[in-house]
């Protein structure tokens, strides 16, 4: 005799919300809404990382703070812009959370006007801020352990490390590093963190289709 189940291994329901998305993976889809986009953004946030780095050499050379800084406020603008667009975009397909819309529509806005040079030095105010906010929640926000705890600690003490350093430092080529530094910390951040995000996502997704066993008696 072949049976054929169709039923959850677990025997859950999928309106019970025993397989719902754990706290942290439930907060990461309202803000990301996708584990790819994570990592999209992650992308970006070295090649924007990449580029400070290139503006400090040039800085070292010919004293250029006067028109690196401005380039990298738009392609720091343009890069906040696109993935805006995207995340708004995106909200839509996938009917996500009000959060999600409202971080595309608040992006894009800060994003075009970082992109005009005229606002460069609000880049840095605007860099500060943001550094503040997110390493601030980074290190005192609760209900994480082990080792998800310990990057959260290390990546916002090195953002707030260079908020300070963007305000003191004297405008030379450490002055691009101080964004190349925080550009890479918070993209580790986002790639560490993907992957339970990705991991939590797939069980969810499978709990959800159930499975079809197969038995010959």
């Known amino acids: ?17 025993k397989n719902a998305l754990d706290p942290k993976s439930a907060l ?18 070295v ?9 400090g050499y ?14 990298l406020s738009t392609m720091t ?23 999600l819309k409202l971080r595309g529509f608040v992006q894009t806005i800060i994003g075009i006007i970082l992109m005009n040079p005229v606002f460069a ?13 997110v390493g601030m929640n980074l290190i005192f ?17 090195i953002l707030l490390a260079c908020t300070f350093s963007a305000f003191s430092v004297e405008k030379s080529a450490f002055y691009f590093n101080v964004f190349a530094l925080a550009f890479f910390a918070f993209a580790i951040y986002l790639l560490t963190n993907l992957i339970g995000f ?3 996502v797939k069980e969810k997704e499978d709990e959800e289709r159930g499975f079809t066993d197969y038995s010959i008696e």
Not at 1 to 17: A, C, E, K, Q
Not at 47 to 55: G, Q
């Open 1 to 17: 005799m072949i049976r054929i189940y169709t039923s959850n291994p677990s025997g859950s329901d999928s309106g019970n919300g």
């Open 28 to 45: 990461l889809q309202s803000i990301y809404g996708k584990w790819w986009m994570m990592f999209i953004e992650a992308l970006g946030l």
């Open 47 to 55: 090649a924007l990382a990449v580029y400070a780095l290139a503006l």
């Open 58 to 71: 040039l800085q070292t050379r010919d004293n250029s703070l006067y028109t690196s800084l401005p380039s």
């Open 77 to 99: 603008g343009a890069f906040i812009a696109v993935m805006g667009i995207a995340y708004v975009v995106l909200s839509y397909r996938i009917d996500a959370s009000w959060l």
């Open 121 to 133: 030095y609000m880049f840095v105010f605007m860099f500060g801020f943001w550094a503040v906010i």
């Open 141 to 157: 926000s609760g209900g994480y352990s082990g080792k998800s705890r310990m990057i959260r600690i290390v990546t916002g003490v």
């Open 198 to 200: 990705r991991r939590a």
